[in-house]
Structure formats: structure tokens, C-alpha cells
């Protein structure tokens, strides 16, 4: 049974930083690519930022989140992170991390497992 684990979501004022982390089971995690979503109220949910499967790898952000959020991974954990600095309260959204079996991907509908969402909540 595939598990992802997000934790790190709490109340942060404008400006300031958060990590949060995903951590996996139940698959092969050096093998997935690891993706992060983010759905604010009365929005739909949205990429954020993905990563290919090996530690290191190459990454792809959002353009609304470049040079602000950083995705990276440690394989040896099964854990992703996303390091959020510089946070607006446009940020304020449950977050969610994602499992991606088939291939790299910044679309939602092709990331099979799922974890239950971390709230973030960007206070001005």
C-alpha cells in the first residue's frame, strides 16, 4: 500500500520560510518522479513544482514560484521537500505532494498516488 506523508504546513507571515516534507512507502521511490501541488479555496489545484526520480535531479517550478521555492529530494529518506522562501499570501493553499509511476509530468491527472495535503497559510 502506497503511503505519502506531507508535514511542515502551519502559519507563516508574509516574507517568511517554510520546508515541507513528503515522505513515501509502499514503492520504489528512487524510481518516481516527485511532484508538488497546491490548491487554494475556490481554486483548482495547481502545479507547483516536480523533480525526476534520482537525488539531485533535474527540477521544474511553476513560473509563479521560480526563484522562490525549491524542490529537491533525498532518495536515502524517501522524502521530497519544498523549501518555500520569500512566501505571499497568495501562497496560502493546502499543499500537496505527489507520486508519479509513468513518466515526468507537470500534470496533475498523471501522478497516481497522492498524499492528504499540508495547510500553509500565508498571513499579511
Known amino acids: 500500500q502506497v503511503q505519502l506523508v506531507e508535514s511542515g504546513g502551519r502559519l507563516v507571515q508574509a516574507g517568511g520560510s517554510l520546508r515541507l516534507s513528503c515522505t513515501a512507502s509502499?514503492?520504489?521511490?528512487?524510481?518516481?518522479?516527485m511532484g508538488w501541488f497546491r490548491q487554494a479555496p475556490g481554486k483548482e489545484r495547481e502545479f507547483v513544482a516536480a523533480i525526476t526520480c534520482w537525488s539531485g535531479g533535474s527540477t521544474y517550478n511553476a513560473d509563479s514560484v521560480k526563484d522562490r521555492f525549491t524542490i529537491f529530494r533525498d532518495n536515502a529518506k524517501n522524502t521530497v521537500y519544498l523549501q518555500m522562501n520569500s512566501l505571499k499570501t497568495k501562497n496560502t493553499a493546502v499543499y500537496y505532494c505527489?507520486?508519479?509511476?509513468?513518466?515526468?509530468?507537470?500534470?496533475?491527472?498523471?501522478?497516481?498516488?497522492w498524499g492528504q495535503g499540508t495547510q500553509v497559510t500565508v498571513s499579511s
Open positions: 509502499g514503492l520504489t521511490f528512487s524510481s518516481v518522479t
Open positions: 505527489a507520486a508519479s509511476t509513468l513518466h515526468w509530468s507537470t500534470q496533475d491527472y498523471e501522478y497516481n498516488y
